[in-house]
């Protein structure tokens, strides 16, 4: 409101609008519905962008605003230059990727941070600065762009160097929490499912939801029964600790996550009704609590899509075709809802659908699919 005051008093400064946009952007909550705050954000930092294409602050928020599928092809010119304008700082060289992620440009994602990266990495050698924060951040998004292109060696080099840092900071919670985050990803991208316990529930391992759910996964897929149902019980606790305590995006989250391992559990039991109905609740709760990924998917495991796989593994492929339409609408061109999409649309007969997923994914830019 201040900001707002200020902008009406003072129209033409440029900074005084930039931060009234920011200031927009900042209310903004986990699961809130609705583009206004969003659209008055973006009208404002678009008029700045208009008279000044170099301005740093509405190249940033334009990005911001428009930061998710149904809107981020409006923010791709300014995605386009935002990297140009401050070629030094690590930020302005990732930001770009979230517009390119948002529509499936793996290649652009994977090249803005293999830049932002190594920006990141230089300015904390030069100001000896804690790693964990802007390293971590665009490694983890350079990760998931080579597990999107199937650049699997090149994934498993990232997280190479994400364990270094592990090794490197002992006691950084900020730290473990982002490998962990990579590790877990890797995994379910992957299908290289590696043995792992549950950490103490009072540990930081111990406590987060989507490396728990990547347990269980994996757990699930190795017919680790006991593991899998260890995992479910852990994400329930965790998920009503967030209820009592008023998290109410927290409590959503890992009820997805519980009911995404509960799923697999069914269906490598081979109760494939159970396993669909689990998932489907999933896939439900997504679409209705969570919000559109801004990043990498959390859950990693986008819901929507888990559904859709279980739908094809329990042989009910057109079916499968729409679930893997709908989680491609959550997270478009993601390739492992392309690759499902086609191998649905070929057992159903569908060939027209399954030509044009293999020949996408035949085509994307510097894929190995």
Same mark, same amino acid.
């Given at each position: 409101?201040?900001?707002?005051?200020?902008?009406?008093?003072?129209?033409?400064?440029?900074?005084?609008?930039?931060?009234?946009?920011?200031?927009?952007?900042?209310?903004?909550?986990?699961?809130?519905?609705?583009?206004?705050?969003?659209?008055?954000?973006?009208?404002?930092?678009?008029?700045?962008?208009?008279?000044?294409?170099?301005?740093?602050?509405?190249?940033?928020?334009?990005?911001?605003?428009?930061?998710?599928?149904?809107?981020?092809?409006?923010?791709?010119?300014?995605?386009?230059?935002?990297?140009?304008?401050?070629?030094?700082?690590?930020?302005?060289?990732?930001?770009?990727?979230?517009?390119?992620?948002?529509?499936?440009?793996?290649?652009?994602?994977?090249?803005?941070?293999?830049?932002?990266?190594?920006?990141?990495?230089?300015?904390?050698?030069?100001?000896?600065?804690?790693?964990?924060?802007?390293?971590?951040?665009?490694?983890?998004? @350079? *990760?998931?762009?080579? =597990?999107?292109? +199937?650049?699997? /060696?090149? #994934?498993?080099?990232?997280?190479?160097? %994400? !364990?270094?840092?592990?090794?490197?900071?002992?006691?950084?919670?900020?730290?473990?929490?982002?490998?962990?985050?990579?590790?877990?990803?890797?995994?379910?991208?992957?299908?290289?499912?590696?043995?792992?316990?549950?950490?103490?529930?009072?540990?930081?391992?111990?406590?987060?939801?989507?490396?728990?759910?990547?347990?269980?996964?994996?757990?699930?897929?190795?017919?680790?029964?006991?593991?899998?149902?260890?995992?479910?019980?852990?994400?329930?606790?965790?998920?009503?600790?967030?209820?009592?305590?008023?998290?109410?995006?927290?409590?959503?989250?890992?009820?997805?996550?519980?009911?995404?391992? @509960? *799923?697999?559990?069914? =269906?490598?039991? +081979?109760?494939? /009704?159970? #396993?669909?109905?689990?998932?489907?609740? %999933? !896939?439900?709760?997504?679409?209705?609590?969570?919000?559109?990924?801004?990043?990498?998917?959390?859950?990693?495991?986008?819901?929507?899509?888990?559904?859709?796989?279980?739908?094809?593994?329990?042989?009910?492929?057109?079916?499968?075709?729409?679930?893997?339409?709908?989680?491609?609408?959550?997270?478009?061109?993601?390739?492992?809802?392309?690759?499902?999409?086609?191998?649905?649309?070929?057992?159903?007969?569908?060939?027209?659908?399954?030509?044009?997923?293999?020949?996408?994914?035949?085509?994307?830019?510097?894929?190995?699919?």
């Amino acid at each position: 409101e201040f900001m707002a005051g200020m902008h009406e008093r003072w129209p033409d400064d440029d900074e005084i609008a930039i931060f009234y946009a920011l200031s927009l952007l900042g209310t903004v909550r986990p699961g809130d519905r609705g583009f206004r705050r969003q659209a008055l954000a973006a009208s404002i930092a678009q008029a700045v962008f208009a008279e000044n294409p170099n301005h740093p602050g509405a190249a940033h928020f334009i990005i911001h605003s428009f930061d998710d599928p149904d809107h981020a092809i409006l923010a791709l010119p300014a995605a386009r230059v935002y990297a140009d304008i401050a070629p030094a700082a690590a930020h302005a060289l990732h930001m770009p990727s979230h517009i390119f992620l948002q529509l499936g440009m793996w290649q652009d994602v994977k090249n803005s941070n293999i830049d932002a990266y190594a920006a990141a990495v230089a300015v904390n050698a030069k100001y000896g600065l804690a790693e964990g924060r802007e390293d971590f951040h665009t490694l983890s998004w @350079l *990760a998931y762009a080579n =597990l999107m292109l +199937g650049q699997y /060696e090149a #994934a498993a080099a990232d997280l190479q160097k %994400a !364990a270094a840092t592990v090794d490197r900071n002992p006691g950084s919670d900020r730290v473990l929490n982002g490998y962990l985050d990579m590790r877990g990803r890797h995994m379910i991208e992957t299908g290289e499912w590696e043995a792992a316990d549950l950490a103490p529930v009072d540990s930081a391992e111990g406590r987060h939801g989507n490396w728990i759910a990547a347990v269980g996964m994996s757990a699930a897929h190795r017919g680790d029964q006991d593991g899998a149902k260890a995992a479910v019980t852990r994400l329930n606790a965790l998920a009503r600790e967030a209820e009592s305590a008023g998290d109410t995006y927290n409590y959503w989250q890992n009820t997805i996550l519980e009911n995404q391992v @509960l *799923a697999l559990t069914l =269906l490598k039991n +081979g109760d494939h /009704e159970e #396993a669909v109905s689990a998932a489907r609740h %999933a !896939a439900e709760l997504e679409v209705q609590y969570m919000r559109v990924p801004s990043g990498p998917p959390k859950p990693m495991k986008p819901a929507s899509e888990l559904y859709a796989d279980i739908l094809l593994a329990a042989n009910r492929p057109e079916q499968a075709i729409d679930a893997y339409e709908r989680a491609l609408q959550w997270v478009p061109q993601r390739t492992p809802s392309m690759r499902g999409l086609a191998a649905a649309a070929a057992k159903s007969g569908d060939t027209a659908t399954a030509d044009e997923m293999n020949q996408r994914l035949r085509s994307m830019p510097g894929a190995k699919l």
